[in-house]
Structure formats: structure tokens, C-alpha cells
């Protein structure tokens, strides 16, 4: 019988020291000294599209075709011949008013006229920045000295979470 009072004995005082032991345990949140602040910095590439256009004019496909000439040929000489106002005039006018008919009528037949057209090109610039990435922090708690790195600049002082329990 003494053997299981024994037992029952140890196993409450056990259980006693660990309900003492949480119960005395404490986290709590307090505020450390801030001693120095760094900013991280992180070198950034980025590559930006960058489109430059530009108008080009072809000429448009000449004709192998003399129907040009031979109509321009046609109604300058029967403008000539009408300019005229004797017999010898008019042969001359309508000569005269053939062959000018006749270049004029082949020029436009081979297309003197030029079509366009908008060419882009699009060329890639190479851009590197530095880009704050977060800060490494110094700070001092309790006569000691640590370092955290945080996203955000912390002030004058930083929050920090305590944790206190029996060293057994």
C-alpha cells in the first residue's frame, strides 16, 4: 500500500511543479532600444520595350503597257491641230501637241505616283536601379544587443516578444 501512495505522491508533485511552472511562465510584449538602422539595398533590371515607326514610300510597279503614250500621243495632237489656225500651224500644233501628249501619257503610265507604308521596329533598353528591399536593425534589450531585419524603417524603438520560464 505504501508503494501506491508512494507513486500517487510522486506523480502529484510532479504534476504540481509543471502547473507551477506554466503558471509562472509569462510571454509578454515589451520595447527594445533601437541602436542603428541600414537600409538593404537590391540592384533591379529591367529590360523596357521602346517602338520607333517610320514611314517608307516605294514606287508603285511601272506598266510595260504603251497604251499611255499612244492615247497622250492622240489627245495632244488633236489639241494641237485645234490651237492651229492655218493648215501649216495646225500640222505643226498637232506634231507638237503629239509628242508632249505622248510623254506626258507614258509618265503616268509608268506610275510616277509612290505608295507608303508605316514600319516599327521595337528595340529593348536595359535599365538597372537600386530598389530598398528593407532595413537591418540594431537594437539593445536588457544590456544586450541584437539584430533583426525588418521591411519597414522601426522608429526610435522596436516591439519585442518575451518569453520568461524556469531555467530547471
Do not use: W
Not at 541584437?146 to 521591411?151: A, E, G, K, L
Request: aromatic residues 6%.
Amino acid at each position: 500500500m505504501k508503494k501506491i501512495q508512494l507513486k500517487t505522491l510522486f506523480g502529484s508533485v510532479t504534476l504540481a511543479l509543471l502547473l507551477a511552472q506554466n503558471a509562472s511562465a509569462g510571454n509578454y510584449r515589451d520595447y527594445a532600444q533601437v541602436t542603428r538602422v541600414d537600409p538593404i539595398y537590391e540592384r533591379v533590371t529591367q529590360r523596357i520595350p521602346e517602338t520607333h515607326c517610320r514611314v517608307e514610300t516605294h514606287p508603285n510597279r511601272r506598266s510595260d503597257s504603251h497604251t499611255g503614250t499612244i492615247v497622250g500621243g492622240i489627245v495632244g495632237a488633236a489639241i494641237g491641230n485645234e490651237l492651229g489656225n492655218k493648215k501649216r500651224n495646225k500640222q505643226v500644233g498637232a506634231l507638237a501637241g503629239g509628242l508632249l501628249g505622248a510623254s506626258i501619257g507614258r509618265d503616268i503610265s509608268r506610275g510616277n505616283t509612290r505608295s507608303a507604308r508605316e514600319v516599327c521596329e521595337t528595340h529593348y533598353q536595359t535599365r538597372t536601379e537600386r530598389q530598398l528591399v528593407g532595413y537591418r536593425v540594431d537594437y539593445r534589450y536588457q544590456g544586450r544587443n541584437y539584430q533583426t531585419r525588418t521591411d519597414q524603417h522601426p522608429g526610435r524603438r522596436i516591439p519585442v516578444s518575451v518569453n520568461v520560464r524556469p531555467a530547471l
